[in-house]
């Protein structure tokens, strides 16, 4: 399995961006990022068929997952952005096709590169 994230760049404070990551199939994927010095932490989920999403209550509101399967692509669109959220984001993929609650690195099988995303006051 593949997976290659992209889209990443330096946006002001209050900008969007949207990260793309391309998988070389169709799985469960989601959304995590790692700012400097800190663990990684959970974005968000979303099904194989994008019937099911997940997001954990810190992430409601300004960031929105999305995929295209006829590109096999998932998508994270991020609005409004904040100095908090520079950070390397990655993608990452799971066999198992259920994604509600699936927030831990280890409940995903597969791991893309990373894109960075930094965001100026």
């Known amino acids: 399995v593949q997976l290659q994230a992209s889209g990443g760049g330096l946006v002001q404070a209050g900008g969007s961006l949207r990260l793309s990551c391309a998988a070389s199939?169709?799985?469960?994927m989601g959304w995590f990022r790692q700012a400097p010095g800190k663990e990684r932490e959970f974005v968000a989920a979303?099904?194989?068929?994008?019937?099911?999403?997940y997001y954990p209550d810190s992430m409601k509101g300004r960031f929105t997952i999305s995929r295209d399967n006829a590109k096999n692509t998932m998508y994270l669109q991020m609005n409004s952005l904040k100095s908090e959220d520079t950070a390397v984001y990655y993608c990452?993929?799971?066999?198992?096709?259920?994604?509600?609650?699936?927030?831990?690195?280890?409940?995903?099988?597969?791991w893309g590169q990373g894109t960075l995303v930094t965001v100026s006051s």
């Open positions: 990452a993929a799971r066999r198992l096709d259920y994604v509600l609650g699936s927030r831990l690195r280890n409940d995903y099988d597969y």
């Open positions: 199939g169709r799985y469960a």
């Open positions: 979303i099904s194989r068929h994008g019937d099911n999403i």
